[in-house]
């Protein structure tokens, strides 16, 4: 079959190509020791980044191999991995390799390097939410922080990775995409209610399905007004009474688990008023 050459697309009159502002990347050679992570937005090693990592020595093919991204480091002589450190840890790893191919990019500002790591990152199905949210609060990005506030004058924690076992504290999050969704819906003062609501009630952890259901409760146009934040806290600590009621309501009405939620916690909490 005859290979297709690569060759420009026409773009759209509302498109116009981006100047850069930095220099070209370049391709150097250096050890994988002399790489570094850093912990502001980049991930801790979860048991399934080093199975990932063991596969990796394991099927280690130069012709598999794809370079990590690296800037330059505070640390002389060292680089800060933006993108590959799986592929860095597995070089170091391997003990048969002295040095490994990295693409260096510059960056012009501290929150740069966090937004280069969400330009790699952001669109490859592997990377998790979780990483991403808190890289975008490296970067400085304003509804992360603005999630990030709520969160802890809420007295709740946004966790970077999943607990060990799945033993989650209270108050513990992990459902960012529902807490960006409520910041965008709801006032910053709204969504901490909400937050409180569920931190409270002693939620562990905050999840995705209970945030949409108190928030339903609290400032959804059916039922905002009825039912007031402390009575709505004793029915999320009873939670355990209803899970039975939530899921038949779920099942027999083909509703999804916030919404059969927010129907059982309405009829179990005290009302301010009789609904006309």
Not at 65 to 83: L, N, Y
């Amino acid at each position: 079959m005859k290979t297709r050459p690569i060759q420009p697309l026409p773009l759209p009159d509302n498109i116009t190509p981006n100047t850069p502002e930095t220099a070209e990347p370049v391709i150097l050679w250096v050890a994988p020791s002399a790489l570094r992570v850093d912990p502001a937005y980049q991930r801790d090693l979860s048991r399934r980044s080093v199975a990932l990592i063991q596969k990796i020595v394991s099927d280690f093919d130069w012709r598999r191999f794809k370079p990590p991204v690296v800037i330059e480091s505070a640390e002389p002589g060292c680089f800060d991995i933006i993108d590959g450190q799986h592929t860095a840890i597995a070089a170091a790893t391997h003990g048969g390799i002295a040095k490994i191919p990295v693409i260096r990019i510059e960056v012009t500002a501290v929150t740069d390097k966090a937004k280069a790591f969400l330009g790699h990152n952001v669109d490859r199905v592997a990377m998790g939410s979780l990483q991403l949210f808190w890289a975008a609060v490296a970067a400085g990005d304003e509804t992360a922080l603005t999630v990030k506030q709520v969160c802890d004058r809420a007295g709740a924690r946004i966790l970077r990775l999943p607990p060990p076992r799945g033993v989650f504290d209270r108050g513990d999050i992990i459902a960012v995409g529902v807490l960006k969704q409520l910041v965008g819906k709801r006032s910053a003062q709204k969504a901490r209610v909400v937050i409180e609501t569920c931190v409270k009630g002693g939620a562990t952890p905050v999840s995705a399905d209970l945030i949409r259901a108190v928030d339903e409760l609290l400032h959804g146009p059916d039922y905002s007004g009825e039912i007031e934040q402390a009575n709505l806290v004793t029915s999320i600590i009873r939670m355990r009474e209803f899970e039975a009621r939530i899921s038949e309501i779920a099942t027999a009405k083909k509703l999804p688990v916030w919404r059969a939620m927010t129907i059982v916690f309405y009829q179990n909490t005290r009302k301010n008023r009789v609904r006309s």
